[in-house]
């Protein structure tokens, strides 16, 4: 099992930043893939961005089109943290943000969620 707990989400004006983190932990194997997806309401939970973490979050990275530019995605292998710096925040970025980990053993994926941080932003 993996948990992830996610913390830093709030509200914030258009053109503010934000920076998000989940912490990791549980039988994490070396090469997985972590990052963050998000959901607004009625809307379906939808990639923000991810990275493929061999053991120093060097991996490749992948970024919605809608955040491409505006949100960066990185890791402390130490910590086994990832984060979400987000910039330059429109009303559409409101969602609830959610950390997520998937690896695979023999075959097999297993993936995990953790409980979701709500991003507000709002004049």
């Known amino acids: 099992q993996v948990q992830l707990v996610e913390s830093g989400g709030g509200l914030v004006k258009p053109g503010g930043s934000l920076g998000l983190s989940c912490q990791a932990s549980?039988?994490?194997?070396?090469?997985?893939?972590i990052g963050w997806y998000r959901q607004a309401p009625g809307n379906q939970r939808e990639l923000v961005a991810h990275?493929?973490?061999?053991?120093?979050?060097?991996?490749?990275?992948a970024y919605a089109d809608s955040v491409k530019g505006r949100f960066t995605i990185s890791g402390d292998n130490v910590k086994n943290t990832v984060y979400l710096q987000m910039n330059s925040l429109k009303s559409e970025d409101t969602a609830l943000y959610y950390c997520?980990?998937?690896?695979?053993?023999?075959?097999?994926?297993?993936?995990?969620w953790g409980q979701g941080t709500q991003v507000t932003v709002s004049s």
């Open positions: 997520n980990v998937r690896q695979w053993f023999r075959g097999e994926q297993f993936e995990y």
């Open positions: 549980g039988n994490i194997f070396s090469t997985h893939i």
């Open positions: 990275i493929v973490n061999g053991g120093d979050f060097g991996g490749n990275r």
